[in-house]
Nanobody, 127 residues
Framework: QVQLVESGGGLVQAGGSLRVSCTAS????????MAWFRQAPGNEREFVAA????????YYADSVKGRFTISRDNAKNTVFLQMNSLKPEDTATYYC????????????????????WGQGTQVTVSS
């Protein structure tokens, strides 16, 4: 059973930056893709960004494109989300997720694509 552990959340002022990380517990971790989702109170969970594990391919929600960057360190089984120019509407609990099996089509925005989820890390952006 893979465990994903997020870290790096916190409180930041609007316009500031924050980096969150997600590390997988398994030594031999080889997912097909990893993603970040977020959920604010009263809202549905929404896709933020995704990254393929073995090829250079990233995907972003329109709301974060140009401000957020997803990256990975395969040797450390870790995926990062660098968040710049943060806005109060970015306030949410951020979850990482792992899709383990390869597939012909990768519906990276869909939560159902992912097999494992972290417990979440809170990001709060004050105005």
């Amino acid at each position: 059973q893979v465990q994903l552990v997020e870290s790096g959340g916190g409180l930041v002022q609007a316009g500031g930056s924050l980096r969150v990380s997600c590390t997988a517990s398994e030594r031999t971790f080889n997912p097909y893709g990893m993603a970040w989702f977020r959920q604010a109170p009263g809202n549905e969970r929404e896709f933020v960004a995704a990254i393929r594990w073995t090829v250079s391919r990233t995907y972003y929600a329109d709301s974060v494109k140009g401000r957020f960057t997803i990256s990975r360190d395969n040797a450390k089984n870790t995926v990062f989300l660098q968040m710049n120019s943060l806005k109060p509407e970015d306030t949410a609990t951020y979850y990482c997720a792992a899709k383990m099996a390869a597939s012909v089509l990768y519906y990276y925005t869909r939560g159902a694509e992912y097999n494992y989820w972290g417990q979440g890390t809170q990001v709060t952006v004050s105005s």
